[in-house]
């Protein structure tokens, strides 16, 4: 009989905007490679170097037998984050260049008028949720424009989306099977118009997808589907628990707050930071193919492991003053809020575009803004805000 190893935190538990980060730092000092019996048993990494080391090796680290924790995956796979190199590697490199540092800052001009836009009818009433209200709509109007979908999709887009994110915090296979499989008609729907009425690949994911060939055949017709599938969701959680979590920040630290709004060029090193801060993924997951020993500790094969990066990106020994804000650190390129390996997020540049844009029209649009009511933790696999109420000046 192998051996179960005990617990050592519990995923399940009830938290604040700040109790698991608190919990994360006594696994870091006491038992950085943990175990939970939670969602059929996963290890848990919370250290820097491990969480570095398992997403850089990928021939050790896979992430086709589990991407994420909980498991989420019922209704196909979906390249290419559900795919090891090599077999991932022709859908990157037909999206990559669609992902690029210059075509994400082609969308900044559209994403700002989007911001003003969501943001006035808060601003008019002086009050509003920050999530709800205004980031959970964001990153799909922007994702709709990278994507090129019908303007009338993105309501229905909003809507079945946020009921996936709310179905995977629940955690109950059914409904996120049900809600998976609405997104799922939606790829469909957009590859068959693109299918009729293709666009340049050059300016259009879904048409890149259609027309890229390895080793001179099409890529297969029910990949084409579950990569659109998955880009029609993965972006959309990360930006929105991201402006909420800089909400509550900003809220707490009024200097920083008036620091920023008077000097805006500062923006983009505090997007980085709070980046690190509160990077906004724990469950994010690899298999090892063979046993392994991290930290101490031996972990069987075909055992999912969570790579807990909201934990990695405080580690101390890397970061001092890990849990603190602090402007320009010396070192936050080496942050693992995008990832790191072959599976490092494609969209990083949307990412921090948004991110950037969102901080400076919500600075640039009040004299002042603070926390009006209970922030609403989200649950794994993501750790942040996921609502918000803010009164603004």
Not at 110 to 135: H, N, Q, Y
Not at 185 to 214: G, N, W
Not at 242 to 270: F, K, T
Not at 300 to 316: C, F, G, H, Q, T
Request: some cysteine; charged content about 25%.
């Amino acid at each position: 009989m192998p051996i179960i190893p005990p617990s050592d935190f519990d995923p399940l538990a009830p938290e604040s905007f700040d109790s698991a980060h608190a919990d994360y730092a006594r696994l870091r000092a006491e038992c950085p490679v943990a175990h939970t019996d939670a969602w059929g048993g996963f290890w848990a990494l919370t250290r820097y170097e491990d969480v570095k080391r398992a997403a850089s090796d990928a021939a050790t680290f896979v992430t086709s037998k589990q991407n994420v924790v909980p498991r989420v995956a019922f209704t196909g796979r979906r390249p290419p984050l559900h795919l090891d190199p090599p077999e991932h590697t022709p859908y990157r490199r037909a999206l990559n260049p669609l992902l690029s540092y210059e075509r994400s800052e082609r969308l900044a001009p559209v994403t700002r008028e989007i911001t003003v836009r969501m943001l006035a009818p808060l601003l008019a009433k002086g009050e509003g949720d920050i999530c709800a209200e205004f980031s959970s709509y964001l990153p799909v109007h922007v994702f709709g424009e990278w994507m090129n979908m019908p303007e009338q999709w993105l309501d229905t887009l909003h809507d079945a989306g946020r009921a996936f994110i709310l179905a995977v915090h629940s955690a109950i296979d059914s409904s996120m099977k049900e809600t998976s499989l609405r997104l799922y008609d939606m790829a469909r729907d957009l590859i068959a118009i693109r299918t009729r009425e293709p666009m340049d690949p050059a300016e259009d994911p879904t048409s890149a997808l259609l027309a890229a060939r390895h080793n001179g055949e099409p890529l297969p017709h029910d990949m084409i589907v579950g990569t659109v599938r998955q880009v029609l969701v993965v972006g959309m959680v990360a930006p929105m628990v991201m402006i909420g979590n800089i909400a509550v920040h900003l809220s707490r630290d009024r200097a920083l707050q008036d620091r920023l709004r008077a000097e805006p060029a500062l923006i983009p090193d505090a997007v980085e930071e709070f980046l690190r801060l509160y990077s906004p993924y724990r469950g994010f997951a690899r298999t090892a193919v063979r046993d392994v020993e991290i930290g101490g500790r031996s972990i069987p094969a075909d055992e999912p492991i969570a790579l807990v990066y909201a934990s990695a990106n405080r580690d101390e020994s890397v970061f001092p003053n890990g849990d603190r804000f602090e402007m320009c650190r010396p070192n936050i390129a080496d942050h693992l809020a995008f990832g790191r390996g072959p599976h490092r997020c494609p969209g990083a540049h949307i990412g921090r575009m948004q991110l950037r844009v969102a901080l400076e029209e919500l600075l640039a649009r009040t004299r002042g803004f603070a926390l009006a009511g209970e922030i609403l933790p989200t649950r794994w696999p993501e750790i942040g805000a996921l609502s918000v109420p803010l009164r603004f000046e």
